[in-house]
C-alpha cells in the first residue's frame, strides 16, 4: 500500500494506479484543481469536502448539490451522508493521533522524561571517562597507560572535530532546537519520513487556513509546493479572493427543485428577483428537460409556478423557509391517432368553449399596442375612451391613443412595479399603485406627480378613485384597505379585517361602500366612513384576485385563483351562480354593457364573456401569447393587457350589444 497526500486529504492505493492527471471540483461557487488518481476522485471530493466545509451541521441538500456539480446521476441524499460520516470519523482519527504526536513532542522539547524511557544509556562525556581511566590506573598501576594515553589523544582528536564543527553549523543547530526541530532528539529508529520539506509543509499549512477562511484562490499541483489561479488559457495570473456560495450572498436563495413521485431532487442558487424565464431556463439546464413547475402553499394548495406573478409569489411565501420547488414532465398534447373511443366520443358533445373560440374568429382584433418593455399588468380607458392608460412591470405608466396607439405621455417614479391604476372621473388626474408600497397622483396632461399616498407597509396591488372623484381606495399586502384625500394626500379611513394580503378593492356606484377581496379567499363589504366591515362573503378555495360592484350596486363579481366566477347577492349575502370556463387561474373580471354581460381573462391567454343572467359562455377572444392580467370596456370597445408586453384593443361583439 502506498499512501500518497492530497492537500492533507490521504488515501491508501489498492491495486495498479493510472498516472496522475489535474482534476478539479466544484464546491457552490468555488472551484479547486489539484494533481491525483482519477479512481480515487470520488474520495478525494468528500476529504476535500471536509476540509472546505467552515460549518459544523452539514445538511443533506448542501452536500447534495456539491456532489452534483462533479458527479453525474442521481444519488439518495441519505447514502451521500453516509460516506460524508465516514470520511469525518476518518478525519477525526487522524486528526486526534496528530495531537498526541504532537504532545509528546511538546513533553520532550520543555525537559520532562517521556513516558517510556528510551534503553539506549546517554553517552559518557571526555569529564566522565577520564575520572574511569584514572580508577582503572590506581588499581592497576600501569596496566592500562598505554590503552589510557591512546584514548585521550583519540578524545582530544574528536574534540578538535567536534570544534570544528560546531564553529561552522552550531549556531544553526541551537537555531533548530529553539524552533522545535527535534530530529536530533529521536532515535533514529523512532522517526518518520517526511513528505515535504519545512518550507513546503508551511506554505500548505499557509494555503489550508486561507481555505478555511474563504480566502481560497484555484488549486494547483500542491506537490510542486506552489498555488496560482490559472485562467482558461492557462495563464498564470494573480491569486484572488474567493467569492461566498451564492446562497450567501444578499439576494440570493438556494431552491430544492424535487421530481414529483420521486425523491430525486437538485439544488440552485438564483436571485429572488430572476425572471420566470430565466429561472425556466435555470430548471431545464438543472435536469435537461423542459419541466412544469409547482409549489405547495401554507394550506397544502398545489399552485403552478406558470408567470411572473406565481414565481414571485413563491419566493413571497416562502420567505424565511426552505425554499422547494416540484417539477414534473410537460402536458404533451395527445395526437389524433392516439386518441381513445371514450375521447372520440366526448368529441361528439358540443365544448362550449370550443364553440365560442369558433365564433371568436368572426370577431376582429382592432390593434396590438407596444411600447412598454415588460408585463402590463393594469389598464384602463379614460372617462371619453379616446385613451388608455397602462401600468407595467418596467415601472412606468403610459397614455395612448385608442384611435392609433400613439403615445400621449409616460410617467416615470416608481420604486417598483406599476400594478394598477385608474382615471380620475373628470379626465385631469390618475392614480397608480406599486409594489414600492405607494400611490401616487399625477396629472393627466402634464405627467408631473402631484402627491405621494404613504401609510402602507406592503405592496400595494390595487387602487381606485371613488366615483365622485374626491377619494381613493387602495388594498396592500399588509392586509388592509385605505382611504385617501387625493388633493392632500391625508389618509381618511384604514380598513383592518382581512387575515392575508389584499389584491382588489373597489367603491360602489354610491361611493357610500368599498368592497375588497384577498388571499384568505374572502370578499368584504365595508362602511369606509366608521371603518367597519357590514358583511362578509366565502366560497371561493383560493386566493381572490378580483371583486367588483355591479352597476347597480345590487351584485358582487369575484374570480379566483380556483379558476371560478362567482356572482354574489350583496343584501342576502349569498352566492348567486358559480361560473366556470377557464381551465386556469383567473386574474380579473368585470361588468360590461350596464351589467349584462361579464368579461375575464386568465392565464390561459384568453379573454371569456359570458351572459350575466345565465351564466353562459358566449364568446373567447383569443390572440394574447401569455397569461391575460386585466381588462376594461368602454362602450363597444375592449382593451386588455398581458405579460405579453402589449395591449389590444378590440371591438367587442356586435351581436351582444
Known sequence: KATVSVLYCSWEGQGKMSDKQQLKFTMGTRKFTYSGYPEKREQDFF???????????????????????NFDGDHEPAELMKLYEKELKKQEEKKRKKEEKKKKESTADSGEKPEKKSEKKPKEDDEERSRKSDRLEGEDGGKHSRSRSGRRRRDSSKGRRRRDRSEDGGDDKR???????????????????????????????????????????????????????????????SPRVAEPPLSARPGYVQVKLAMKGTELFKMINVQRTI????????????????????????????????????????????????????????????????????????????????????????????KTITGHTAAIYSCCFNPTGEKILSGSRDRTLRIVSTRDGSLKQTFKGHGGYVLSCDYSPNDDHIVSASDDKTCRIWDANSGKKLCVLKGHTDK???????????????????????????????????????????????????????????DDKKLKVWDWKEGQDIASFSGHNATVWSVAFSPDDKYLLSASMDHEIKLW???????????????SP?????????????????????????????????????????????TAVYQDLLVSCSLDDTLKVWQFPKHLT
Not at 476529504?47 to 456539480?69: G, H, W
Not at 374626491?470 to 384604514?494: E, F, I, L, Y
Not at 354593457?593 to 375575464?600: A, C, H, L, M
Request: overall charge negative.
Open 586 to 630: 383567473i386574474h380579473h373580471a368585470t361588468f360590461a354593457k350596464d351589467g349584462k354581460y361579464i368579461v375575464s381573462c386568465a392565464r390561459d391567454w384568453c379573454i371569456m364573456i359570458w351572459e350575466t343572467e345565465t351564466g353562459e359562455l358566449k364568446e373567447t377572444l383569443s390572440g394574447h401569447h401569455s397569461t391575460v392580467y386585466h
Open 175 to 237: 537555531r533548530r532546537r529553539r524552533e522545535g526541530s527535534d530530529d536530533e532528539q529521536q532515535p533514529l529508529s523512532s522517526r518518520k519520513p517526511v513528505l515535504f520539506s519545512a518550507q513546503k509543509q508551511e506554505a500548505i499549512e499557509s494555503f489550508i487556513e486561507s481555505v478555511l477562511n474563504d480566502e481560497t484562490p484555484e488549486l494547483n499541483d500542491h506537490s510542486a509546493g506552489q498555488y496560482t489561479n490559472r485562467s482558461d488559457n492557462n495563464e498564470t495570473v
Open 47 to 69: 476529504e476535500m469536502f471536509i476540509k472546505t466545509n467552515k460549518s459544523p451541521d452539514v445538511t443533506r441538500d448542501y452536500l447534495a448539490e456539491c456532489y452534483s456539480q
Open 275 to 366: 425572471s420566470f424565464e430565466d429561472m425556466m431556463n435555470e430548471v431545464e439546464k438543472k435536469w435537461k428537460n423542459r419541466l412544469v413547475l409547482s409549489f405547495e402553499d401554507e394550506e397544502g394548495d398545489n399552485i403552478e409556478v406558470d408567470d411572473e406573478d406565481t414565481l414571485q409569489m413563491f419566493f413571497e411565501m416562502s420567505d424565511g423557509k426552505k425554499l422547494k420547488m416540484l417539477c414534473s414532465a410537460e402536458k404533451r398534447e395527445v395526437k389524433d391517432d392516439a386518441l381513445t373511443e371514450q375521447t372520440t366520443a366526448m368529441q361528439q358533445t358540443p365544448n362550449p368553449v370550443v364553440k365560442a373560440q369558433q365564433q371568436s374568429e368572426q370577431q376582429k382584433e382592432l
Open 460 to 518: 400595494v396591488y390595487s387602487c381606485q378613485y371613488s366615483p365622485n372623484g374626491q377619494h381613493v381606495v387602495s388594498a396592500s399586502c399588509d392586509k388592509t384597505c385605505k382611504v385617501w384625500n387625493p388633493c392632500t394626500g391625508q389618509r381618511v379611513s384604514t380598513l383592518r379585517g382581512h387575515q392575508l394580503a389584499v389584491f382588489s378593492c373597489g367603491f360602489s356606484q354610491s361611493g357610500r361602500h368599498v368592497v375588497s377581496a384577498a
Open 569 to 583: 347577492d350583496v343584501n342576502t349575502r349569498k352566492e348567486i351562480r358559480t361560473i366556470k370556463g377557464h381551465p
